[in-house]
């Protein structure tokens, strides 16, 4: 599903069930140590789609370990992105001509527990969120805020290489063409000679499912 809303230049890989048989790097072995089993079948299972969306670029299967702020470290010349919730992983990879930075995310289908939204939200996007409830109240608005908010902030930290709160974007929901815009709300990087204000993404809500992405060209369209 999620390659569904990504360009046809990036690579996409995902599964519904934890194979049994998967294997990982003794580096990433290690990075396990502590890990619960739930935590365990996560991180492997979306080790193995990243390394079957590498694949599609003919790369090598290789270790794919953490960055300083738990961020996946990708190949030279390749962006990526991995995400997991109850019931599916997945991961993308592009190359750096195509992208500049990639982020996926994946929710349960379902409201956000109590409390939540109040801490990933702004006022403004509250109000959006109760006109969007009232005309599509199957629709679950905020978890697909949450949703849309995590995708940014996995754009935005490659680029960045610096944290981005939920108060630091403010995003808006397209129902009718299932998009939505992120405006930074801090000082963005420089990307191809120009301040980055913002990012736009895609999203889709599906057999249990709410995912979103963002795919940043490696040169500005317009």
Known sequence: MIEELLPERVAAAEATTDPTDAVLFPEEEALLARSVEKRRREFTTGRVCARRALAQFGVPAVPILR????????PDGIVGSITHCAGYRAAVAARVTDLASVGIDAEPHGPLP?????????????SQLAELDRAEPETPWDRLLFCAKESVYKAWFPLAGRWLGFEDAAVTIHPDTRTFEAKLLVPGPVLAGRPLTGFTGRWLVRDGLVLAAIAVPARPTG
């Open 67 to 74: 960055g300083p702020k738990g961020e996946p470290r990708w």
């Open 114 to 126: 109590d409390g939540v939204l109040g801490a990933v939200s702004l006022a403004e996007e509250r």
